[in-house]
């Protein structure tokens, strides 16, 4: 059986061909030459090494206004596979998936980790998940074509390691894109957890709307996305985002500078409020926030609630900017819902054109984990059929090796050390 690099790389025609099947499947053989403008016999080779390698099949046949009837070809659904593997910071694990093309699930595997995890243990993780799902596939007699990992950090633009991560501070430049394409032999690129959960959002779209999605956690971060560019806009977009000044000679921030968004209003900067306001919050934690916030903690609450308002404000540039139909709102800091979103849009609408004001739709993503999930698999096909893509999504020379990532990557670094 053919593997992914004799298919789709260095074969221009099988490639074009096999992407226009998935588009615009199901689709005839002479549509497909008009198409491609290639001869007959060059289509008919082409798709008989597809057909071969199980990648298409043939749905049935249609009869042209002249001549012979014509087999009309799909990407067979249910026998090809994609794979989807999660470095999850929220419960640190590793999560890996193996879905059929159409989107039925059909293996799963959590494997809990310590966040200190080092490069070698985790590299053993995502290595014996991959083996494992490359095992399932074989032993259902199914194809495994392409692989996501979702990964909640810095990725390399050329190579798709993991350069550097703030949930997990022992690793560093891991190689897991390079580790997991040899192991299963198939498509592999790595992508931000973001442009999973952008693509995810707008899959699950009823009707198309331009989103901006809001990550309020110990950091802040933000994405604009659209059906027109699903998976999420350049890395570069929300990397700068929570560095924005906003405060001039504000609260010191770890990338060095003052007054940014996160140092105003980021999870971290509010922990060390709290633990400057009251002695019964010297130590308390981003899950110690998140309870009392949950449990009603009035203290908590109220510092919450101001922040949550200012971030609205802070937004307001943005949110004029990408002028989106809605915001996405993702809390990682237990605010309930129907104190968050009013809190936000007080801080918010003021600065807002009129005409966007009480208009423009905020509301929770109350499915993080799934709504990225289901993009990465979405993510996984389109990229095998059009591996042109990754570079869009991750265009070299981007904000992971500028200056300012290094200072606070380095600034994270001395924070955990710290702590
Ligand atoms: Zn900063």
């Known amino acids: ?73 799909e990407v067979d659904r249910s026998t090809n596979l994609v794979g989807v593997m999660t470095l999850d910071p929220s419960d640190s694990s590793t999560k890996a998936s193996l879905m059929r093309m159409d989107g039925v699930g059909i293996w799963d595997r959590t494997v809990p980790h310590d966040r200190t995890i080092d490069n070698e243990s985790l590299l053993e993780v995502f290595s014996s998940a991959a083996k494992e799902m490359l095992d399932v596939a074989t032993g259902k007699g199914l194809h495994l074509r392409a692989v996501t990992l979702v990964l909640p950090g810095g990725i390399h633009p050329v190579d798709g390691s993991l350069e550097t991560c703030v949930h997990f501070p022992n690793i560093a430049n891991l190689p897991v894109e390079r580790t997991v394409r040899k192991i299963t032999n198939c498509h592999v690129s790595s992508i931000a957890d973001m442009q999973a959960l952008c693509a995810g959002i707008i899959a699950a779209q009823e009707k198309p709307q331009r989103v901006a999605i809001l990550i309020w956690g110990g950091g802040i971060t933000w994405s604009p996305a659209s059906p027109a560019e699903p998976y999420g806009q350049m890395l570069s977009h929300w990397r700068g985002f929570g560095h924005i000044q906003v405060v001039r000679d504000g609260r010191p921030c770890y990338c060095g500078g003052r007054g940014c968004i996160e140092a105003e209003v980021g999870g971290w900067a509010l922990l060390k409020q709290l633990q400057a306001m009251q002695p019964e919050f010297a130590d308390i934690d981003l899950p110690g926030l998140r309870e009392q916030a949950k449990a009603g903690n009035p203290v908590v609450r109220k510092v919450l609630v101001e922040a949550a308002e200012r971030f ?73 059929f059009n591996p042109k893509l990754i570079r869009r999504m991750r265009p070299v020379g981007s904000a992971s090796t500028s200056k300012r990532t290094q200072s606070i990557r380095s600034g994270v670094r001395e924070e955990q050390q710290r702590t």
């Open 1 to 73: 059986m053919a593997t992914f690099p004799d298919i789709m790389q260095g074969h221009g025609s099988q490639q074009a061909i096999a992407t226009l099947i998935y588009r615009e499947g199901p689709i005839s053989q002479p549509e497909l030459g008009k198409r491609v403008r290639l001869s007959r016999a060059a289509v008919n080779k082409t798709i008989s090494v597809l057909r071969d390698n199980r990648l298409v099949h043939t749905v049935g046949t249609r009869r042209p206004t002249r001549g012979r009837p014509a087999d009309v070809l």
């Open 312 to 384: 609205g404000e802070y937004f307001h540039y943005l949110a004029q900017a990408s002028n989106p139909d809605a915001i996405l709102i993702q809390s990682g800091l237990g605010l309930p819902e129907e104190i968050l979103l009013p809190a936000f849009r007080r801080g918010l609408e003021p600065w807002l054109h009129p005409s966007r004001r009480g208009t423009t739709e905020i509301s929770v993503i109350d499915d993080f984990g799934q709504a990225a999930h289901r993009g990465a698999a979405w993510l996984a096909s389109e990229l095998f």
